[in-house]
């Protein structure tokens, strides 16, 4: 081992006491320490089978992975001495590094470790770097969210990854860097094994991590967990598996249920391309749901985009004060002329698949927002006047949206669409007729059918249709997982929902008959599978001629993607 200038270097040893941490104290670093069996296969299939290999855990933790790595290590003939010499470990808490210590002490081996935060330790291209190159990476890089991960630890992540020409975003999380910077200490024919994310196929801040991985590396295996592992942490893994360098064109792709199966798992190819941008969530999908939605959405659906453009709602900037009620407008006695008819904020009032007149008569009955400031141009009367100097004085002026435009007290208007979407949504995003005609603002979507469209057509039965298990299980694959499982779909998002093809959408149609309002009339009481199954049976299997097999293989698909997103288990 060269002489080290940086940090201080421990050498584990039988003798000292373990520092016991607090659940709470891992979670705000990330420590969420890794079950043994995945740090056994992932340190068995690093190493492979080369006794002298050298083998870094960059981020250590209680010790699962350096264990497993200088066990494999003796399995394989290396002596104790060589063990020590290669087999090191990094981590920022002492305590951590104590539990290691007597956990190797109770096999009789020894190894190396650091303490010090990984990110101060610099890659072996660097001219003060104190670590050679090594044979193997392994670990489970620490998980802090974006708002944690902040100040200098953030800037020093951040800095590690752009020496390796990864530019990450204010929103990326900690894992993200640590995996760039990790990979930075493996020599050219060097192998990789980390637990990582889910999110690394899902999140929009992980797309500079996903190009990364395309270039660097040459074989890429993903093994996807479908169960939970982590006392107290929500979110569930994927193993990376990596080797190599030069660049890849697809990886390997792996599913298993439980840790259990990682010995029964033959790497037997499942070749898949991911995109070259955007996510990768269709690798959560098995081999057989992955080939099966791509090839029925090629041939019999589009996307939404093909019927209409999907609109922001009016931003305001104070839905508040902008929004009324009818006690609201009586009490400040404001004329009726100054006001446009709106859908309230939000959509919890959104009942079923339609809003028609009688849906905002009964709103404003309820005294809900139901009106949108919009006063006429001329000189406001003394109600008005007397709002607008309360918005004045209490700030709403001030805000953004507010003190941009001119006057500040007239809102942006954005015209009636033809459907509504409900963009953020736990169970699955709706598309609802606006039969009211009403306007709209951004909690939610709205959209403009294109003039080609048969407008009728595609107000009366795309809402109901589009309740299908692929629709629904397209909305998993390209929305964004917010916490408490709550789905979101941006426009662009939106747009690329893939729904029936006009064609299929009127063959389908015309064969519901007199059931179309019967369907219609349960969304309103909310029997969203009774209706979904009624859909797939009519769409799926009467109108496509899909056999019960593959409808059974969409549907569970659609099922196990809002599971994993709604799982709080």
């Known amino acids: 081992m060269p002489e080290l200038r940086l940090?201080?270097?421990?050498?584990?040893?039988?003798?000292?006491?373990?520092?016991?941490?607090?659940?709470?104290?891992?979670?705000?670093?990330?420590?969420?320490?890794?079950?043994?069996?995945?740090?056994?296969?992932?340190?068995?299939?690093?190493?492979?089978?080369?006794?002298?290999?050298?083998?870094?855990?960059?981020?250590?933790?209680?010790?699962?992975?350096?264990?497993?790595?200088?066990?494999?290590?003796?399995?394989?003939?290396?002596?104790?001495?060589?063990?020590?010499?290669?087999?090191?470990?990094?981590?920022?808490?002492?305590?951590?590094?104590?539990?290691?210590?007597?956990?190797?002490?109770?096999?009789?081996?020894?190894?190396?470790?650091?303490?010090s935060d990984f990110f101060d330790v610099e890659s072996p291209t660097g001219l003060f770097s104190d670590l050679g190159f090594v044979d193997a990476v392994v670990g489970n890089p620490p998980f802090v969210r974006y708002q944690l991960h902040s100040g200098s630890a953030r800037r020093r992540s951040v800095e590690a990854a752009l020496q390796e020409g990864v530019r990450l975003s204010g929103l990326a999380s900690s894992w993200a860097a640590a995996l760039v910077h990790a990979a930075s200490f493996l020599g050219p024919d060097g192998r990789i094994g980390m637990v990582l994310p889910a999110e690394l196929l899902t999140v929009g801040y992980a797309e500079p991590i996903r190009r990364w991985l395309r270039r660097r590396f040459q074989d890429v295996r993903i093994v996807v967990v479908e169960s939970l592992q982590f006392q107290d942490?929500?979110?569930?893994?994927?193993?990376?598996?990596?080797?190599?360098?030069?660049?890849?064109?697809?990886?390997?792709?792996?599913?298993?249920?439980?840790?259990?199966?990682?010995?029964?798992?033959?790497?037997?190819?499942?070749?898949v391309r991911p995109a070259d941008s955007g996510k990768w969530t269709e690798m959560l999908l098995r081999t057989p749901q992955r080939?099966?939605?791509?090839?029925?959405?090629?041939?019999?659906?589009?996307?939404?985009?093909?019927?209409?453009?999907?609109?922001?709602?009016?931003?305001?900037?104070?839905?508040?004060?902008?929004?009324?009620?009818?006690?609201?407008?009586?009490?400040?006695?404001?004329?009726?002329?100054?006001?446009?008819?709106?859908?309230?904020?939000?959509?919890?009032?959104?009942?079923?698949?339609?809003?028609?007149?009688?849906?905002?008569?009964?709103?404003?009955?309820?005294?809900?927002?139901?009106?949108?400031?919009?006063?006429?141009?001329?000189?406001?009367?003394?109600?008005?006047?007397?709002?607008?100097?309360?918005?004045?004085?209490?700030g709403v002026s001030d805000r953004f949206k507010c003190r941009i435009r001119e006057p500040w007290w007239r809102p942006p208007l954005v015209d009636p669409p033809d459907l509504l979407f409900t963009y953020m949504s736990h169970l699955h995003p709706r598309l609802i007729r606006n039969t009211a005609h009403v306007r709209f603002l951004n909690s939610m979507h709205g959209v403009r059918l294109h003039p080609s469209t048969d407008k009728a057509k595609a107000v009366a039965a795309l809402p109901l249709l589009a309740l299908n298990s692929l629709t629904l299980l397209g909305a998993e694959l390209f929305g964004r997982s917010y916490g408490g499982g709550v789905l979101k779909m941006e426009p662009s998002e939106a747009s690329a929902l893939p729904v029936p093809s006009p064609e299929l959408l009127q063959r389908t149609w015309a064969s519901l008959g007199q059931?179309?309002?019967?369907?219609?009339?349960?969304?309103?009481?909310?029997?969203?599978?009774?209706v979904s199954a009624a859909v797939d049976e009519l769409l799926f299997v009467e109108t496509m001629k899909m056999s019960p097999a593959e409808l059974t293989i969409i549907r569970e698909a659609a099922l196990a993607m809002r599971a994993r997103r709604t799982s709080v288990d």
Request: with cysteine.
């Open 7 to 115: 940090h201080e270097w421990v050498q584990l040893n039988p003798m000292g006491v373990i520092d016991l941490e607090l659940a709470a104290s891992r979670k705000a670093r990330g420590a969420f320490f890794t079950p043994q069996p995945i740090a056994e296969f992932l340190a068995a299939w690093a190493i492979h089978d080369n006794p002298r290999a050298r083998v870094l855990d960059p981020t250590c933790g209680d010790g699962a992975f350096i264990v497993s790595a200088a066990r494999h290590l003796q399995k394989l003939g290396a002596s104790g001495s060589a063990i020590q010499q290669n087999v090191i470990g990094i981590d920022i808490d002492s305590g951590s590094l104590e539990t290691v210590r007597k956990t190797l002490a109770s096999d009789e081996l020894v190894a190396t470790t650091l303490q």
């Open 233 to 271: 942490a929500l979110e569930k893994v994927i193993l990376l598996m990596a080797n190599g360098s030069g660049g890849c064109e697809g990886f390997s792709l792996y599913h298993v249920d439980d840790i259990a199966d990682l010995d029964r798992l033959g790497f037997t190819e499942s070749s």
């Open 515 to 530: 059931s179309q309002a019967r369907l219609y009339h349960q969304t309103k009481t909310a029997l969203w599978t009774t």
């Open 291 to 394: 080939r099966l939605f791509k090839a029925v959405m090629e041939a019999d659906f589009v996307p939404l985009s093909a019927y209409g453009t999907v609109q922001l709602g009016a931003v305001t900037g104070a839905n508040q004060f902008f929004a009324m009620s009818d006690s609201m407008r009586r009490e400040w006695d404001i004329d009726l002329e100054d006001f446009v008819r709106i859908h309230p904020p939000g959509t919890k009032s959104l009942r079923g698949l339609d809003f028609g007149r009688a849906d905002w008569d009964r709103l404003r009955a309820e005294d809900e927002r139901v009106w949108l400031l919009q006063p006429r141009d001329r000189e406001p009367e003394d109600g008005l006047r007397r709002y607008i100097e309360v918005g004045r004085s209490t």
